[in-house]
Structure formats: C-alpha cells, structure tokens
C-alpha cells in the first residue's frame, strides 16, 4: 500500500502517522477490515472534548487569550485513529492521537482506495493454512517415500538390523534410567 504526501500535508504529522502504519505493516498487523467498520463515535468525539476541556482547566484561568486560540485551532485538527480502523485498528483512546483534519481525510481515502485491493484477513489466513498443510502433505509424503526405500535396504541385511535393534535398546535403558533417578 502506497500513501502519497502532499502539499498540503503537515510534515511531522504525515511522517508520524506513516511511520506508526509501517511499524504495524512490519509487525504483520495490518489487514482489511470487515465493512462497515465497527465504531463508537462517542469515543472519537469524546477524545476532542476531553482535550479542550483540558485547554480550558490549564490556561483559561490566567491567559483566556491563549486558551481561546488553542480552542480555535484545535476545531481544524480531527482525532485519528493511527492504526486505521479499515486496516484492522481498535476503536479506543489509546489509539487516538490529533491530526489536521484535511490530512486525515487525505489519507484515509488514499488508503480505502487501495483497500479493494489489500486481502481479506480471513481469505489471507485461510491460504496461509492451505499452503502450510500442502506442504505438510508433501513433507510427509517425503518421508514415507524414504522409509519404504530404506526398510528394504535395512531387512535385508541381517547384521544392520541387530545393531538397530541394540541401539534402540540402549536409547530406551538410558531414558529409563534418566528418569528413574531424576525422581
């Protein structure tokens, strides 16, 4: 997935929120969503309330210029989720943080229009799974293929199977008493 900066992009605040969705995507913690992305709003509008409110309780009391101008700005900035909900993000505070409002919908829809093409995390785990157990099969197959070719060898030839045979029973006695005197 590809996210262009542009002009209009805060650049601290681009390469914040680009370094927190690389850090998830090396983590292998991104994925698509299932739509409608499960939300409450209440936690976003929540979380621009609680910051204004703490504007207010530390400078409005000795510098209420100040407090107003923090309150202005802070209606161009939107809480963003860094790690996106469409990629599988949690909806809580602790994934929220203040972006400027126009970035934030930029680059919300750079990613959403790349998402048709990003996997769905459940067709992605279940291919995942399919090549695991293929390669399993195959592994598998591997083996007995090499045992049928060596038990032939190895029967046939009396003299190996008996020193098998006294070393497996030597393998035994030792586990045997490995665990007897470790009790």
Avoid at 2 to 7: A, G, L, M, Q, S
Avoid at 62 to 83: E, F, G, I, T
Avoid at 97 to 114: A, C, E, M, P, V
Avoid at 154 to 159: A, E, H, I
């Amino acid at each position: 997935m590809r996210v262009e900066r542009r002009n209009f992009h805060a650049t601290a605040q681009f390469r914040r929120k680009m370094a927190a969705l690389k850090k998830l995507s090396d983590e292998d913690r991104l994925y698509k969503a299932t739509n409608p992305v499960e939300r409450d709003k209440s936690i976003t509008d929540g979380y621009k309330d609680r910051i204004r409110q703490k504007i207010w309780d530390k400078y409005w009391p000795h510098d209420k210029d100040l407090a107003n101008r923090l309150s202005q700005r802070l209606s161009d900035y939107h809480p963003d989720h860094v790690w996106e909900l469409q990629l599988g993000g949690p909806d809580t505070v602790g994934n929220l943080k203040l972006l400027h409002g126009r970035t934030n919908t930029d680059i919300g829809s750079q990613i959403w229009g790349q998402m048709p093409d990003a996997p769905a995390a459940t067709v992605r785990m279940l291919a995942c799974g399919l090549v695991f157990m293929a390669v399993t099969l195959l592994v598998f197959a591997g083996y007995v293929l090499l045992a049928g070719a060596l038990r032939r060898r190895v029967l046939s030839r009396p003299r190996l199977t008996g020193l098998l045979r006294h070393a497996f029973a030597g393998s035994f006695l030792v586990l045997g008493l490995g665990l007897a005197f470790s009790a």
